[in-house]
């Protein structure tokens, strides 16, 4: 069972930064064998994909939303992938989830229902 711990969340005024972190432990056979990703869930609406990475290769997906301002990022060696979140907005105050599972012919997707496991949490609010 794969379990992913997330943290780094917190308060930050707009225009700020932060970074959060996902610690992956328990899953069936390699990490590089697995699609990590950030989902979000804003107050009153649906998760939405953030942002993905493949472990084997490295390769990245950014929401169009981030692009430039969000990067995700991976320490293989400590199995952790991270959201480096830069010029943040307002409307980046939501609760911001890990999820993981295994990568479908090497490629990940921001999609909810290609993540089999899903962290916790944690909260990041963005002030005017």
């Known amino acids: 069972q794969v379990q992913l711990v997330e943290s780094g969340g917190g308060s930050v005024q707009a225009g700020g930064s932060l970074r959060l972190s996902c610690a992956a432990s328990g899953y069936t056979g390699s990490y590089r064998s697995y699609c990590m990703a950030w989902f979000r869930q804003a107050p009153g609406k649906e998760r939405e994909g953030v942002a993905a990475?493949?472990?084997?290769?490295?390769?990245?997906y950014h929401a169009a939303s981030v692009k430039g301002r969000f990067t995700i990022s991976q320490d293989n060696d400590n199995d952790t992938v991270y959201l480096t979140m830069n010029s943040l907005k307002p409307e980046a105050t939501a609760i911001y989830y890990c999820a993981a599972d295994w990568a479908r012919g090497g490629r990940c997707f921001l999609i909810q229902g290609t993540y089999a496991y899903w962290g916790q949490g944690t909260q990041v609010t963005v002030s005017s």
């Open positions: 990475i493949y472990a084997g290769g490295g390769v990245t």
